[in-house]
């Protein structure tokens, strides 16, 4: 499984960006897809997942309300997005997309339960 996060930038408080996450290769055999992030001298922590049938989500209580992740209803893209509005300054971070496959273990809000991990992206919210 190969993964290509995309879609960051520099946006001012209160702006919005959308992520994107294209999977390429074994994408049959995608449990759940995640967005995780990490900001300068911190560890990186779990932002939201989705079923690869983009039936199931799961949310940060920090972000809850402000994101929304989704799987692209084509499936044929095999791209996950992350919308995310309402941003804050304490957003900024390297977002990076990871998805699970065989075995699965449930637990998607854990790092370790990721084992295909893309590049990071970087996004930067001004005050």
């Known amino acids: 499984v190969q993964l290509q996060a995309s879609g960051g930038g520099s946006v001012q408080a209160g702006g919005s960006l959308r992520l994107s996450c294209a999977a390429s290769?074994?994408?049959?055999?995608?449990?759940?897809v995640g967005w995780f992030r990490q900001a300068p001298g911190k560890e990186r922590e779990f932002v939201a997942s989705v079923s690869w049938n983009g039936v199931s989500t799961g949310y940060a209580e920090s972000v809850k309300g402000r994101f929304t992740i989704s799987r692209d209803n084509a499936k044929t893209k095999n791209t996950v997005y992350l919308q995310m509005n309402s941003l804050e300054p304490e957003d900024t971070a390297v977002y990076y997309c990871?998805?699970?496959?065989?075995?699965?273990?449930?637990?998607?809000?854990?790092?370790?339960?990721?084992?295909?991990w893309g590049q990071g992206t970087l996004v930067t919210v001004s005050s």
């Open positions: 990871a998805a699970d496959t065989p075995p699965y273990t449930g637990r998607f809000y854990f790092i370790d339960e990721y084992n295909y």
């Open positions: 290769g074994r994408t049959d055999i995608i449990g759940h």
